[in-house]
């Protein structure tokens, strides 16, 4: 298969997906090596799983490394093209579903050994530390909001090259310090497809005793980072960041 932004996309996120989502399985289920280590380690394994896509992403074929709908759609705001969102955003999705995938082959006997429904959930798929959805909309839009604007802010063309370069390692730790500092209310989902094509994996492998998929919560983490897009989109346009 030929390198393409639409391949870069997809590897991309699901590298994302399988790093990020295998941290949260590392830490919360049941008989692994890193069984209760705690909220350090998961902010710590999405910071690097989310460097180690974007490098990933750019080497076979997208030199944007979204990885994201809402960052995505911010950059269509903040530039009025469009024309990537057709490209990008089914392969972001897919990518992701196929990352969940892989995180359930890898810790596939632990699967049984987790007796708690809301816990196999939690390694696909946020959810929040007090069910209010306006609340968690709000929570989802701030951090997404602070992805955009950092993003932009890295990628300034008044930083120079070198910032250019390291633009991979300071958007991960991007994502760890929104990840300590804002992830505590709705675990910081910040990217649609994060959230929904793990979820959707939930609902189709065959997970011992998994239960819900929680569709009832599945638009939060969809509407919130979309609102924050597009306001971190329109401030990136009216300041010409």
Known sequence: MQLSPFLGELVGTLVVILLGDG??????????????SGWIVITTGWAFAVTMGVFIAKAFGSIDGHLNPA????????????????????????GAFLGAVLVWLQYLPHWAATPDAGTKLAVFSTGPAIRQPASNV???????????????G?????LGTIA?????????VLVWSIGLSLGGT???????????????????????GKGSSDWNY??????????????????????AL
């Open 186 to 208: 709705t675990g910081y989902a910040i990217n649609p497809a994060r959230d929904l094509g793990p979820r959707i994996a939930h609902a189709l492998l065959p997970i011992p």
């Open 154 to 158: 890295i990628s300034a063309k008044s």
């Open 164 to 172: 250019i370069g390291l633009g991979p390692y300071l958007v991960g």
């Open 23 to 36: 941290v949260v399985a590392n830490v919360i289920l049941k008989q692994t090596k890193g069984e209760a």
């Open 71 to 94: 960052v995505t759609i911010a950059f269509a705001v903040a530039t009025s093209d469009y024309s990537k969102l057709a490209s990008y955003i089914p392969a972001q999705m897919i």
């Open 218 to 239: 599945a638009w939060v983490p969809i509407v919130g980072p979309i609102i924050g897009a597009v306001v971190g989109g329109l401030l990136i346009k009216w300041y």
């Open 138 to 152: 709000v929570s989802e839009m701030i951090g997404t909001l602070a992805l955009i604007i950092g993003i932009a």
